[in-house]
């Protein structure tokens, strides 16, 4: 069982950066493939980065690519994601997420069905 904490969410304007840090519970972390997924009202959730379980292969949404970063530090049990250039429309719920596949094609990380474990989520809120 794998138990996902976020925080760095907040309120900021349009142009600013934020962290997001997700802290993993679980002695297998390390192999595990870790990311992000978002989501507003109404919406279904959107996949945003992945990163493989070694940090050696990343992945990105079309609509975060350039902007956005992820991480992780295996040492730490943490993944982390870079929020810079922040838009309006990335206002959301952003969720981390986790999966016993190590690393994959990169359209799989898309597929919500991967995804074994969420976290609570963090609000970010971007103001134009």
Do not use: H
């Not at 142009?15 to 997700?22: I, N, T």
């Not at 109404?42 to 379980?53: G, H, L, N, P, Q």
């Not at 952003?94 to 609000?123: E, M």
């Amino acid at each position: 069982q794998v138990q996902l904490v976020e925080s760095g969410g907040g309120l900021v304007q349009a142009g600013a950066s934020l962290r997001l840090s997700c802290a993993a519970s679980g002695r297998t972390f390390s192999s595990y493939g870790m990311g992000w997924f978002r989501q507003v009202p109404e919406k279904e959730r959107e996949f945003v980065a992945a990163i493989s379980w070694n940090g050696s292969n990343t992945y990105y949404a079309d609509s975060v690519k350039g902007r956005f970063t992820i991480s992780r530090d295996n040492a730490k049990n943490t993944v982390y994601l870079q929020l810079n250039s922040l838009k309006p429309e990335d206002t959301a719920v952003y969720y981390c997420v986790a999966t016993n596949v190590g690393d994959t094609y990169a359209a799989n990380w898309y597929r919500i069905g991967i995804w074994s474990y969420w976290g609570q989520g963090t609000q970010v809120t971007v103001s134009s």
